[in-house]
């Protein structure tokens, strides 16, 4: 299956906690949860499904409540309005984007090399080791709308945050990864190339142990 962005959902400046729906079409989807905030290092992701939610990274935008995180779970079966919540400690926005891909290496999602992260407007750049990928990042400013860089997608913007995402059959090598905006500049971003699954991978089968029968002597 090649790589596809299955759904996507964002929810914005919602005080203290934000809940993010959304559902699926494929089964073994990978999630990645993008979430930007302004009241302190935000806890946990939880959902209604009763996933298992990984941190991938987290960047600080220049204040010590100022955070930009990246989570990520997987969906072995189709998700069907499920309801994702992020709380932080403090009255503050938070906002949250989830990208549902399919065809993803949902046991070890991300290329070894595929990860950045970047604060004070500086360009993030990231090279993957293999052909197929699915590469997303978001940012986070204070005052001025985003839209997607050169090649990307934009999947939401705010006057806060912004997400985007280009999936490549290729190899890539520095590849600049930015946003256009006006006067202000990203206070920080993330970025993460997601790995296709193995072509024919077959699932793992439980052990069954073989019997042999001894032959049957002459009578």
């Keep these: 299956m090649a790589l596809a ?3 996507s959902a964002d929810a914005d400046s919602v005080p203290f906690s934000v809940s993010v729906t959304i559902s699926t079409t494929t089964t073994n989807c990978l999630l990645l949860l993008f979430v930007n905030n302004n009241g302190g290092v935000p806890g946990t992701p939880s959902d ?8 991938f990274a987290s960047v600080n935008a ?5 955070w930009l995180e990246l989570w990520w779970a997987v969906a072995a ?8 919540t992020v709380t932080q400690p ?4 938070i906002g949250a984007t989830v990208l549902a ?3 993803a290496d949902t046991s070890s999602p991300f290329d070894g090399a595929g990860g950045s992260t970047a604060s004070v407007g500086v360009a993030m750049s990231i090279t993957t080791t293999v052909a197929d990928t699915f590469i997303t990042a978001s940012y986070r400013n204070f005052l001025d ?4 860089g050169a090649g990307f997608t934009g999947i939401s913007s705010s006057g806060f945050s912004m997400t985007e995402y280009e999936i490549f059959s290729s190899a ?3 590849l600049t990864i930015d946003n256009t905006q006006g006067g202000d500049t990203s206070k920080c971003g993330i970025a993460a190339a997601v790995k296709i699954a193995s072509a024919g991978a077959a699932p793992s089968q439980p052990y069954q142990p073989h019997y042999q029968r001894a032959p049957l002597l002459a009578q």
Excluded at 48 to 53: C, I
Excluded at 90 to 93: K, Q
Excluded at 145 to 148: E, G, L, Y
């Design 5 to 7: 962005l299955d759904a």
């Design 48 to 55: 209604v499904a009763g996933l298992t939610w990984t941190r």
């Design 62 to 66: 220049g204040d010590p409540d100022q």
């Design 77 to 84: 079966a189709v998700l069907t309005g499920d309801v994702i």
């Design 90 to 93: 403090n009255s503050a926005t």
């Design 101 to 103: 891909v399919s065809g």
């Design 145 to 148: 709308t985003m839209t997607a």
């Design 172 to 174: 890539q090598t520095a």
